[in-house]
């Protein structure tokens, strides 16, 4: 099973003035942390709601020139088996790029695989008596002697 799973970051900037100051810059140190080894995180802003009210607010905090910025780190995780575990190995691969820096599990969904349907499919091909590459030349690929023999 494969998930998508989203952590959210509270991301410390400083010398800011502006919350959107803030998050530019959060992004842009997050970015920098986990690139190149985890450049298939996607990075996007967190989404604050007031506790009491529920309304939105900014995603940054700024006070003295500092901030606290709440980024949402999106990644897929592929072959667990199961959400705790998918949240675990996202925690652990994200987590050990971004030092002291809090995350928290806020999402895990399982993807659909496109492929599921024609991978069970081609299962039940194989699962025939007929022995393996026999019927399947049209779809095999030469072998590499072969091109070579081609190519002379």
Same mark, same amino acid.
């Given at each position: ?30 970015? %920098? ?87 069970? %499919? ?11 590459? %026999? ?16 190519? %002379?």
């Amino acid at each position: 099973m494969d998930c998508r799973v989203v952590v959210e970051a509270a991301v410390p900037v400083y010398d800011v003035e502006t919350a959107d100051e803030a998050v530019r810059i959060a992004i842009s140190k997050t970015g %920098e942390m986990l690139n190149p080894d985890l450049s298939y995180v996607e990075i996007d802003m967190g989404e604050r709601a007031c506790p009491n009210c529920g309304d939105e607010r900014e995603p940054a905090f700024i006070a003295a020139d500092e901030g606290l910025v709440a980024l949402e780190l999106e990644m897929t995780v592929f072959n667990v088996e199961r959400d705790e575990h998918a949240s675990r190995v996202a925690r652990k691969e994200i987590g050990q790029r971004l030092d002291n820096i809090p995350l928290e599990v806020i999402e895990v969904e399982p993807v659909e695989n496109e492929g599921d349907d024609e991978e069970s %499919e081609t299962d039940d091909a194989t699962d025939s008596t007929e022995p393996p590459g %026999e019927g399947e030349s049209e779809e095999m690929l030469p072998e590499f002697e072969e091109l070579m023999d081609e190519r %002379e």
